[in-house]
């Protein structure tokens, strides 16, 4: 972050209420982290140097009701509530047994939290990285829209802003259109990390690739391709209409489009890996079509089916190395896995904190494109990056 940046946005008289942020259990880890950043940044004024978080708890009863607590007065303080809806590692015990936590049950115990201020902020803002029902974005037959439902239910309850990261659909917003809804792309952070940890990475129209997995997250890696200059290919899913397995109706082959991708290093880019089982088959495809590497990027690496067909196919040497964020609960399999590359959020996070707190534009965060640029330009001539010049 720059001087005048620094400037413009530690600065107390700016800011539009006392800061307090609010990790619920779900969002523990990710909480700490950001609550380091804002420590550091705010700490040479002597404000609030102890931190920002606000201890907070929503204990069960064995019979699975529950209820939310805050132990630390926030009135008239700009809040900002971090959830993550699909941390499964959490646990209660319902009728003498350990039960996991759903996205539903996390959800709930964010309405809770929010009762438990009784309307005494000054505002609430809510971070929700993997939005709550967002796989479900648009109504086939007669189908529930839980997660504009939720949004709905968010702005009724006093919610001003909602920020979220690559939402599964983006226009799940035109649910709530007086409400403030960020959906922000960790591009840049996402470069940064795989400029940093791909030695001698290329990145030129002979020798880079952008390949969408399917035809949804096309958008996203032609952001890339742009911003990268090199060419895109995608594949998309021919699906078997008639039956309908595990919620979805089951794909019958991944087509290619595009020019060859012989002899080049491919980034596939996706919003999420649960099953994993369309990027296995598109990484697949692409090694039969003679690929040289395949890195592979989902800001939600989720693996609901566990990581053993991707241990597999890195070991194999058809995927290369997998990089995610660290936006939702990793399994320490996961992270301990030796091909899989975490990506930092944190301070992202901090930064559009920090800046929505001082009531200052977001959208050069928003819109990372001139740092992605001076990214570029800086690797292509030194090979390396320099991490205080590229912070966030």
């Known amino acids: 972050m720059t001087a005048r940046e620094n400037e413009i946005v530690f600065n107390r008289k700016r800011q539009v209420a006392p800061l307090s942020v609010i990790a619920l259990e779900s969002a523990t880890e990710l909480g700490l982290r950001i609550?380091?950043?804002?420590?550091?940044?705010?700490?040479?004024?002597?404000?609030?140097?102890?931190?920002?978080?606000?201890?907070?708890?929503?204990?069960?009863f064995s019979s699975g009701?529950?209820?939310?607590?805050?132990?630390?007065?926030?009135?008239?303080?700009?809040v900002f509530i971090l959830i993550d809806v699909g941390n499964y590692s959490c646990t209660y015990?319902?009728?003498?047994?350990?039960?996991?936590?759903?996205?539903?049950?996390?959800?709930?115990?964010?309405k809770r939290i929010i009762q438990a201020a009784g309307g005494k902020a000054h505002r609430i803002n809510v971070i929700m990285p993997m939005l709550y029902g967002g796989r479900q974005h648009k109504r086939s037959y007669r189908e529930s829209l839980d997660c504009a439902v939720a949004l709905q239910e968010l702005e009724d309850m006093g919610v001003k802003n909602v920020i979220t990261f690559d939402a599964h659909?983006?226009?799940?917003?035109n649910a709530v259109p007086l409400m403030g809804f960020d959906n922000i792309m960790p591009s840049?952070?996402?470069?940064?990390?795989?400029?940093?940890?791909?030695?001698?990475?290329?990145?030129?129209?002979?020798?880079?690739?952008?390949?969408?997995?399917?035809?949804?997250?096309?958008?996203?890696?032609?952001?890339?391709?742009?911003?990268?200059?090199?060419?895109?290919?995608?594949?998309y899913k021919r699906r078997d209409y008639s039956k309908v397995i595990n919620g979805r109706n089951?794909?019958?082959?991944?087509?290619?489009?595009?020019?060859?991708?012989?002899?080049?290093?491919?980034?596939?880019?996706?919003?999420?890996?649960?099953?994993?089982?369309?990027?296995?088959?598109?990484a697949y495809e692409l090694k039969k079509r003679k690929a040289a590497s395949i890195l592979v990027y989902a800001t939600y690496p989720v693996f609901t089916n566990g990581i053993k067909e991707f241990d597999k196919a890195c070991k194999e040497g058809v995927i290369d190395c997998v990089f995610g964020t660290n936006l939702t609960?990793?399994?320490?399999?996961?992270?301990?896995?030796?091909?899989?590359?975490?990506?930092?959020?944190?301070?992202?996070?901090?930064?559009?904190?920090?800046?929505?707190?001082?009531?200052?534009?977001t959208g050069?965060?928003?819109?990372?494109?001139?740092?992605?640029?001076?990214?570029?330009?800086?690797?292509?001539?030194?090979?390396?990056?320099?991490d205080k010049e590229f912070a966030l």
């Open 329 to 361: 609960y990793r399994t320490p399999e996961l992270l301990n896995s030796g091909w899989y590359h975490d990506v930092d959020i944190s301070k992202y996070i901090a930064y559009l904190i920090a800046a929505l707190n001082h009531d200052i534009s």
């Open 65 to 78: 009701d529950a209820k939310g607590i805050i132990r630390k007065s926030i009135r008239g303080d700009d």
């Open 188 to 235: 840049y952070q996402v470069l940064k990390a795989l400029i940093k940890r791909i030695v001698n990475l290329r990145i030129d129209k002979d020798s880079f690739m952008m390949v969408s997995p399917d035809e949804g997250a096309l958008n996203r890696n032609m952001y890339y391709a742009s911003v990268l200059g090199v060419e895109l290919g995608m594949f």
């Open 250 to 282: 089951p794909i019958v082959a991944h087509e290619y489009l595009g020019n060859s991708v012989k002899g080049k290093v491919v980034f596939i880019c996706d919003d999420i890996i649960s099953s994993g089982e369309s990027m296995l088959e598109v």
């Open 35 to 60: 609550n380091e950043h804002l420590r550091e940044w705010w700490g040479g004024s002597g404000y609030k140097s102890d931190g920002f978080l606000i201890k907070n708890e929503c204990p069960r």
């Open 364 to 386: 050069k965060v928003i819109d990372p494109h001139v740092k992605i640029r001076s990214l570029l330009k800086q690797y292509s001539r030194d090979g390396v990056i320099k």
């Open 169 to 173: 659909d983006s226009r799940v917003c």
């Open 93 to 110: 015990n319902f009728f003498g047994e350990e039960n996991r936590m759903s996205p539903d049950d996390h959800f709930q115990d964010l």
